[in-house]
């Protein structure tokens, strides 16, 4: 059995001696559940159903995916690969999905937009409008068109590139994993929120970036409740050279530090007119942040923390009874420019409860005259 066909409807399929059968998507299966107990255990937010899954002609217990969300693109000017109509990175929120059976899950994610015109309908337009002299076809676009706007001998050529109406651009797909989450000694730790702060872009100046940004934190104006979790993480590459060909944009990786390589850290400012971090003394963020998870063992205090954060996880701790061979103490020095940091940083996960608003910027790629990479996070 295969699950595609020349005939895309039952009526075709059948009438050619095909058998059509249907096949559903799904967001995982529970195998060796018997359709009884599949029906039973039915829920509203864990909806199950009795089918054959894609690709599989036995039917299984499947549980069904979640209607797709269809929303409106936020506004941008028309070929600015940027920010939205607020100044803000236009940006789609995703609520990871949760599966029953609590396993890791192999996810791919597939980004593509599209153009769109209004030139001819693009609800009845389709291959089948193709330019063709010996069917009588004629397109409803043509190349590079003359028109004439009133004087007969003197028509008007346009730039018109049929190849570019009504196309998908930008087509990336990305592999990941999802995984359970992980065991927490906290009240809320299986319930609350957690949401993520990352970094964007890549090294390199507004044109060597092209069609991406410079470094900037995603999202770069965040709001929590008092209640939600904060994982702040980020990767990075060491081998980023924008060598040629350079794509769309230029050739080069203007930036600080060693070249070809990416590196992001987190220091509290007074507010982002301010491009000195606040001496650990003044500062709130670290202080008044609980870490609810990190990926080591040792004790962290605040100081620790914002030591961590501004290492980029160089360091752990101050003292060598605390972290070992990843403390202030007994590692080599951290380079003031980040470059002997970890390109990635896997992070931590903290809670702000207090009200309060913090700021924060990347000491190594804020470039005060042409580059700003800060943030801000509001606890309400």
Not at 164 to 182: A, N, V, Y
Not at 210 to 232: K, T
Not at 293 to 307: G, I, R, Y
Request: charged fraction near 20%; glycine fraction near 6%.
């Amino acid at each position: 059995m295969k699950p595609y066909s020349r005939w895309n409807n039952k009526k075709d399929c059948q009438s050619n001696n095909g058998q059509w059968i249907e096949y559903h998507n799904y967001k995982e299966i529970l195998r060796g559940v018997n359709e009884l107990n599949c029906r039973s255990r039915s829920t509203d937010i864990n909806p199950l159903i009795w089918a054959r899954p894609y690709r599989e002609y036995n039917k299984q217990c499947l549980v069904m995916l979640d209607p797709p969300d269809c929303i409106q693109a936020g506004w941008t000017r028309d070929n600015h690969l940027g920010n939205g109509r607020e100044g803000y990175p236009l940006n789609y929120t995703w609520e990871l999905p949760q599966f029953i059976s609590d396993t890791k899950q192999r996810c791919v994610l597939r980004l593509r937009y599209n153009i769109s015109t209004s030139d001819y309908n693009p609800w009845d337009t389709d291959a089948s409008s193709n330019q063709n002299s010996r069917a009588g076809v004629s397109s409803p676009i043509q190349n590079n068109p003359y028109v004439n706007v009133g004087a007969a001998s003197n028509p008007l050529k346009l730039a018109v590139n049929t190849a570019q109406f009504g196309r998908t651009f930008q087509d990336r797909s990305h592999m990941f994993i999802l995984e359970p989450r992980r065991t927490i000694n906290h009240a809320d730790a299986q319930s609350t929120r957690i949401l993520n702060l990352n970094v964007r872009g890549k090294r390199g100046n507004i044109v060597q970036t092209y069609p991406a940004v410079e470094y900037d934190y995603i999202p770069n104006q965040l709001e929590l409740g008092s209640r939600d979790f904060l994982h702040i993480q980020w990767e990075g590459s060491n081998t980023h050279n924008n060598g040629n060909p350079a794509g769309d944009g230029q050739t080069g990786d203007d930036g600080e530090g060693k070249s070809g390589t990416d590196r992001n850290n987190l220091v509290e400012i007074l507010d982002r007119s301010h491009n000195y971090p606040l001496p650990y003394e003044v500062s709130t963020l670290c202080k008044d942040a609980s870490v609810i998870w990190k990926p080591f063992n040792n004790a962290m205090s605040s100081k620790d923390l914002a030591l961590y954060l501004a290492s980029s996880g160089y360091f752990r701790c101050f003292k060598t009874n605390d972290c070992q061979g990843y403390s202030l103490e007994s590692k080599a020095a951290l380079s003031n420019v980040l470059n002997n940091s970890p390109a990635s940083f896997a992070g931590l996960v903290i809670q702000l409860t207090k009200p309060s608003v913090y700021h924060y910027m990347c000491s190594r790629n804020n470039n005060f005259t042409n580059r700003s990479q800060k943030g801000t996070i509001v606890v309400q």
